[in-house]
């Protein structure tokens, strides 16, 4: 499945978009969930939102150091630490692109797996990160929204251009 690229120009309004939540748990999940897993898994990322594939469902999967999968679906988090944490971070829409990026060191999230049993889960440092990294693409943020302007717009401007020669 190829991952959207911020670098052109109809995927990263769909980037842009804030995404709806699930309301069904049908066998159609199952299926997105596996692909988005399986995309994960072969380009090597940490994390994959569903609108980086181009579905506008409230879902992400994260799995640090080849660990087995979690499955977020309609995620919050319900609390975060007082301390941060700059982490260097990439996305798989964004390919090329590495920067910090200072975000709460812990958070609480609740979601639903996708059985559709509610569950919680405290993480911290790299799983934590990569939760608020991919929880923002449900809203349509990418880590280059926390840097300053003239730094994102420069990072965005290669993306296109990349893309654009291709
Ligand atoms: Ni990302």
């Given at each position: 499945?190829?991952?959207?690229?911020?670098?052109?120009?109809?995927?990263?309004?769909?980037?842009?978009?804030?995404?709806?939540?699930?309301?069904?748990?049908?066998?159609?999940?199952?299926?997105?969930?596996?692909?988005?897993?399986?995309?994960?898994?072969?380009?090597?990322?940490?994390?994959?939102?569903?609108?980086?594939?181009?579905?506008?469902?409230?879902?992400?999967?994260?799995?640090?150091?080849?660990?087995?999968?979690?499955?977020?679906?309609?995620?919050?988090?319900?609390?975060?630490?007082?301390?941060?944490?700059?982490?260097?971070?990439?996305?798989?829409?964004?390919?090329?692109?590495?920067?910090?990026?200072?975000?709460?060191?812990?958070?609480?999230?609740?979601?639903?797996?996708?059985?559709?049993?509610?569950?919680?889960?405290?993480?911290?440092?790299?799983l934590s990160?990569?939760?608020?990294?991919?929880?923002?693409?449900?809203?349509?943020?990418?880590?280059?929204?926390?840097?300053?302007?003239?730094?994102?717009?420069?990072?965005?401007?290669?993306?296109?251009?990349?893309?654009?020669k291709k």
């Open positions: 499945m190829d991952i959207y690229n911020a670098g052109v120009g109809e995927e990263l309004a769909v980037l842009r978009k804030t995404a709806v939540p699930v309301t069904e748990f049908n066998d159609e999940l199952q299926k997105l969930i596996d692909i988005m897993i399986e995309s994960m898994i072969e380009n090597k990322g940490i994390g994959l939102a569903a609108p980086q594939i181009g579905d506008n469902r409230r879902v992400f999967v994260c799995s640090i150091d080849g660990s087995e999968p979690l499955v977020f679906i309609n995620p919050e988090i319900i609390e975060t630490s007082m301390e941060t944490w700059i982490y260097e971070e990439g996305c798989l829409s964004l390919p090329g692109i590495y920067a910090d990026v200072e975000r709460p060191e812990r958070v609480k999230v609740q979601a639903w797996n996708r059985k559709g049993r509610p569950f919680k889960v405290e993480a911290d440092d790299l990160t990569c939760i608020q990294h991919e929880l923002d693409h449900l809203n349509g943020v990418l880590f280059v929204d926390y840097l300053p302007e003239k730094k994102k717009l420069k990072f965005l401007k290669k993306l296109e251009k990349v893309n654009t």
